[in-house]
């Protein structure tokens, strides 16, 4: 079974910064869709950042100037960088991929599109 791993979570003051991180197999940081979702409790998971495999990133309107999303192709890792956060970025985070799709927006808003999902990374930003 193929595992994206998370890590990077954890609880901060609003203003602040966090850096998420998802290892994956090289097969799937090279060839796939990879990137993130966000869901709080009773609501839906909203797509956070996607990039496809030439690199080109889609944002959510919220976090755009914010949030940075980038892959190391060597260390297998894909990225989240999470500046100037706010109360309302509180959720869990999850690192997805998929094998194709359309565009990275149009993934954006697909997560049924995503076979492949990590444990989850909480996010908490207070203040």
């Known amino acids: 079974q193929v595992q994206l791993v998370e890590s990077g979570g954890g609880s901060v003051q609003a203003g602040n910064s966090l850096r998420l991180s998802c290892t994956a197999p090289a097969y799937i940081i090279k060839g796939y869709y990879m990137g993130w979702f966000r869901q709080v409790p009773g609501k839906e998971r909203e797509g956070v950042a996607i990039i496809d495999k030439n690199g080109i990133v889609a944002y959510a309107n919220s976090v755009k100037g914010r949030f940075t999303l980038s892959k190391d192709s060597v260390k297998n890792t894909l990225y989240l960088q999470m500046n100037k956060l706010q109360p309302d970025d509180t959720a869990t985070y999850y690192c997805?991929?998929?094998?194709?799709?359309?565009?990275?927006?149009?993934?954006?808003?697909?997560?049924?599109?995503?076979?492949?999902w990590g444990q989850g990374t909480q996010v908490h930003v207070w203040g």
């Open positions: 997805a991929a998929t094998p194709s799709a359309p565009s990275s927006e149009w993934a954006l808003s697909k997560p049924v599109v995503f076979a492949v």
